[in-house]
């Protein structure tokens, strides 16, 4: 396996890692994301037993103890199981989640304290803004959460739009049916009856990049990608 590296939009950049044992022939990927700034910050740990590629990777864009933020989507192995040993390597790291997910997980799990953030709030990074945005159940997870990043309008998007493959680091094209057969197969999503309007909520921030776990990110109307998925998991649950 290799991780490679891309810049998705300014200042954030795609460590991808293929792995085409996963759901053969076509494979899976494992994405996690920096965003630069005068406080870099990392969306998703990765898998602990990826680690010594993921930490090759970055230090291609800056000395890893730079990290100062440690982020992701929800707890779960392939989003935060590598967090200590980013915390271990990084001294000034600090993981950073929602209330939920540092109430039921990261308080016990991270080797050191996290930051709790509120639905809405923002972290500044010197150069870029996150917000966490709280997702509950969508896709999965009641700790489930995304980053707006707002000067490039990047949604860090964690499993939404889970896909097969190993296509290009940014597509212009269609994310929404490769997503719709992914959830076909993996049915991985709790199909809460929030989703729709959780995800149409996103498609309100108007994000022109959507940066996925699984998957290319994506450049365009993420709106309407968003909205387009949201009318998929209302499809399912009247279904």
């Known amino acids: 396996m290799e991780t490679k590296v891309a810049e998705i939009a300014d200042g954030i950049y795609r460590l991808s890692t293929y792995v085409p044992e996963i759901a053969p022939p076509r494979g899976f990927t494992f994405n996690q ?3 630069l700034g005068e406080e870099p910050l990392l969306f998703h740990s990765g898998l602990r037993k990826m680690f010594p590629l993921a930490q090759a990777a970055l230090a291609q864009l800056i000395p890893p103890d730079r990290l100062r933020w440690i982020a992701f989507g929800h707890f779960e192995s392939d989003e935060c199981g590598a967090l200590n040993d980013w915390l271990s390597i990084s001294p000034h790291a600090t993981a950073a989640h929602g209330r939920t997910g540092c109430m039921v ?3 016990d799990f991270a080797d050191r304290p996290p930051r709790v953030l509120e639905n809405g ?3 500044d990074l010197g150069g870029k803004r996150v917000r966490f ?3 509950p159940h969508t896709p999965h997870g009641w700790d489930a959460g995304v980053l707006f990043e707002e000067s490039t309008r990047t949604l860090l998007c964690g499993d939404l739009f889970t896909q097969l493959g190993d296509g290009p680091a940014l597509t212009t094209g269609d994310i929404v049916g490769p997503a719709i057969e992914a959830e076909d ?5 709790s199909l809460s009856p929030n989703m729709g309007s959780t995800l149409r909520k996103l498609a309100e ?3 022109s990049t959507l940066a996925l776990m699984h998957g290319p990110s994506f450049s365009g109307d993420g709106g309407a990608a968003l909205r387009a998925l949201a009318a998929d998991y209302e499809r399912r649950l009247i279904g």
């Open 121 to 123: 709030e923002t972290i």
């Open 205 to 207: 921030l108007s994000p």
């Open 33 to 35: 994301f920096l965003v």
């Open 105 to 107: 997980s990261l308080n």
């Open 185 to 189: 197969l993996f049915k991985y999503s």
């Open 133 to 135: 945005i709280d997702t």
